[in-house]
């Protein structure tokens, strides 16, 4: 266990390091000077090239730090069964409340999935548990006010992206619920996939055992209140390092991810001429495809997603980007990865299939509108 946490933090290290020297070189080369061919590279392309990698990753990274470490807490203090405590029983009620479950339990992107599979192990039902992981990811505060961020300040873009996760994941959820049917999806081999941290987490579920024997009784009941302090001081200190060592692992997994986003989108933004962009991007349907394609490709997490999104500003139709937001957390790469360890294959098709038909429509109404 100890070693694990080690190593997490060591990888940690290694990607705040490359970070930090990602960041160093890119202003040093701004402060090159401008001589023959290589001013001509630098003036057209490195410097801006320069400025929209810096200025992604600057905007980005406290808003991913903060989002793993309130994912953090959730995870280690509030356990699936008070989730299930508070659920509504009726079909609908189970639903709208599973969309909203975001803005009290903002959970990691890298947690979603296993909770997802031990919410239904508890009884919840499929259909409010796969609205509970669609929409807890898009429909919480952190992502909502780094949209915002992101956007200087637009609402319009907090309001599409919230209001259309939340709709969308109720819409997915209900549908997914039909095509399971009354057979649970999860396969009956699977094993709990892990969060990305790294770590185990016991969800207080804690449980103390006191075994008393004959003329020890006297003792033991002197000490009690000692071990009990000595307890509670211990148990606190595991809590406190299970929840740094969880934001520390969830920050390296989205980090690299991150940076490997940033440098796509200001490789696309500089190097591709404006005029094959604007090709794609002013096309209502093929920009919505090749956004919903990057969105998937890159797996971004929900709170870095937007700055990403943002560059693409003016270039890209109002629904692409509005795809690429809500289309990126419900599913990507590495969530179908895990989905695939933990459902039926059949399944996983019909539910990918279905979110990808929901979101795809959701951009082609916001742009016919115009939006």
Do not use: W
Not at 174 to 187: E, I, N
Not at 262 to 272: D, E, K, N, R, Y
């Amino acid at each position: 266990m100890e070693e694990v946490k080690r190593q997490k933090l060591d990888r940690v290290m290694v990607m705040i390091m490359i970070l930090f020297a990602v960041l160093f070189l890119g202003f040093n080369l701004m402060r090159l000077p401008n001589t023959g061919v290589f001013d001509t590279f630098k003036t057209r392309y490195l410097d801006d090239f320069t400025v929209i990698l810096i200025s992604i990753l600057l905007e980005a990274m406290p808003f991913v730090l903060i989002g793993a470490f309130v994912s953090s807490l959730i995870q280690i203090f509030v356990s699936e069964a008070f989730i299930v405590k508070i659920m509504p029983k009726n079909r609908v009620l189970g639903l709208i409340a599973a969309s909203l479950m975001g803005f009290v339990f903002p959970v990691c992107e890298c947690a979603i999935v296993p909770i997802m599979r031990r919410l239904v192990k508890k009884g919840v039902p499929i259909h409010v548990a796969i609205t509970f992981m669609l929409a807890v990811p898009i429909a919480n505060p952190v992502v909502l006010l780094s949209t915002y961020y992101a956007f200087s300040g637009s609402f319009m873009f907090v309001f599409l992206r919230g209001f259309l996760g939340i709709l969308g994941a109720i819409t997915i959820g209900h549908f997914a619920g039909r095509l399971a049917g009354d057979v649970s999806p999860l396969k009956e081999e699977a094993v709990d996939v892990a969060c990305g941290c790294g770590l185990e987490h016991d969800h207080n579920h804690e449980h103390d055992h006191v075994h008393v024997h004959g003329s020890n009784v006297q003792i033991i009941s002197e000490l009690l209140p000692i071990n009990a302090k000595k307890s509670k001081f211990v148990l606190a200190k595991e809590k406190a390092t299970q929840v740094i060592g969880h934001t520390a692992g969830e920050f390296y997994d989205v980090g690299k991810f991150l940076i490997i986003g940033a440098i796509l989108s200001s490789v696309m933004q500089v190097f591709i001429p404006r005029n094959a962009v604007l090709a794609i991007g002013e096309g209502s349907l093929p920009s919505i495809i090749v956004m919903m394609t990057m969105a998937f490709v890159l797996s971004l997490c929900s709170e870095a997603d937007a700055f990403i999104a943002r560059t693409f500003m003016g270039q890209f139709t109002t629904g692409s980007i509005v795809g690429f937001l809500i289309f990126g957390p419900m599913i990507d790469i590495k969530n179908t990865i895990m989905l695939s360890s933990v459902v039926k294959p059949k399944f996983l098709i019909q539910l990918i299939s279905v979110i990808t038909v929901v979101c795809f429509t959701f951009a082609v109404l916001i742009n016919i509108f115009g939006l």
